[in-house]
C-alpha cells in the first residue's frame, strides 16, 4: 500500500459539467501521474507532476487540466467534460525515481461516466 | 500502433492448469519490462520486473521471461488459482525519456 487516495471511486455526470478528481498521497513522493483505461487500450498518461506547480502533458491530454498545490494533492479537472472522457481513471505515484528502476504504484481508480 | 502488444487477449483456463501470457514491443531503447496484476475494480500491482540481462525470475507460482533479442516477454502461471483470475499487463520502461509504455492487458479468467 502505497497511500494513495482516489475520490471520488464513482461519479456519473452530464455532458458540459465540470468534473475534478483528486489524487492524495501521505508519503510526499515527487513524481505523480493521471492515467485512463479503456478497454481494448492500455493505460495512457493524462499529465504528469515532477513537484509542487510543476506538470506536463501527457499523450492524450486533450480537454484534461491538473493542479499540484501541495505535494500530497494531484488533482485532474475535465472543463467540460465529454460522453468520450467516460473511462476509468488512475493515479499513481513513482518510487525510486524517473531512471529504469522507478516502480509505479496506483490508486484504486475513479470510474467516470459522462451521460 | 501500440509499442506493447499482448496476447491473448482474454484466456479462459482451469482451475488447476498452467497458463502462458506472451508480451512483444519494440520499444527502444529498452530498459526494463514489468508483469502488472490488476484484479476486477482495483490498481494494477507489480508482479515482477524484469531488466535487460535477466531471461527469467519467479515470483511463486509467476515465471516472467525475457527475450531482449526478439523483443518478447511471457508471463507462465503454474497450478492457476481463482485468485489468478484478473488482467495482467506487460509495461516497458525506455526510449529516449524512459517513458513506461502499457500493453492493453490479457483478462485471465480461472474456473473452477
Known amino acids: 500500500d502505497a497511500g494513495i487516495t482516489q475520490s471520488p471511486r464513482h461519479k456519473v455526470t452530464e455532458t458540459g459539467t465540470p468534473v475534478t478528481l483528486r489524487c492524495h498521497q501521505t508519503?510526499?513522493?515527487?513524481?505523480m501521474y493521471w492515467y485512463r483505461q479503456d478497454p481494448g487500450h492500455g493505460l495512457r498518461l493524462i499529465h504528469y507532476?515532477?513537484?509542487?506547480?510543476?506538470?506536463d502533458k501527457g499523450e492524450v491530454s486533450d480537454g484534461y487540466s491538473v493542479s499540484r498545490s501541495k505535494t500530497e494533492d494531484f488533482l485532474l479537472t475535465l472543463e467540460s467534460a465529454t460522453s468520450s472522457q467516460t473511462s476509468v481513471y488512475f493515479c499513481a505515484i513513482r518510487i525510486g525515481g524517473t531512471g529504469a528502476g522507478g516502480e509505479l504504484f496506483f490508486g484504486e481508480g475513479s470510474r467516470l461516466t459522462v451521460l | 500502433k501500440n509499442q506493447v502488444e499482448q496476447s491473448p487477449q482474454s484466456l479462459i483456463i482451469l482451475e488447476g492448469k498452467n497458463c502462458t501470457l506472451q508480451c512483444n514491443y519494440t520499444v527502444s531503447p529498452f530498459s526494463n519490462l514489468r508483469w502488472y496484476k490488476q484484479d476486477t475494480g482495483r490498481g494494477p500491482v507489480s508482479l515482477t520486473i524484469?531488466?535487460?540481462?535477466?531471461n527469467t525470475k519467479s515470483n511463486g507460482r509467476y515465471t516472467a521471461t525475457l527475450d531482449a533479442d526478439t523483443k518478447q516477454s511471457s508471463l507462465h502461471i503454474t497450478a492457476s488459482q481463482l485468485s489468478d483470475s484478473a488482467s495482467y499487463i506487460c509495461?516497458?520502461?525506455?526510449?529516449?525519456?524512459?517513458?513506461?509504455?502499457f500493453g492493453a492487458g490479457t483478462r485471465l479468467t480461472v474456473k473452477p
Open positions: 509495461v516497458v520502461i525506455g526510449g529516449n525519456n524512459n517513458d513506461m509504455r
Open positions: 524484469m531488466t535487460f540481462s535477466e
Open positions: 508519503e510526499n513522493h515527487r513524481y
Open positions: 507532476s515532477y513537484g509542487v506547480k510543476d506538470t
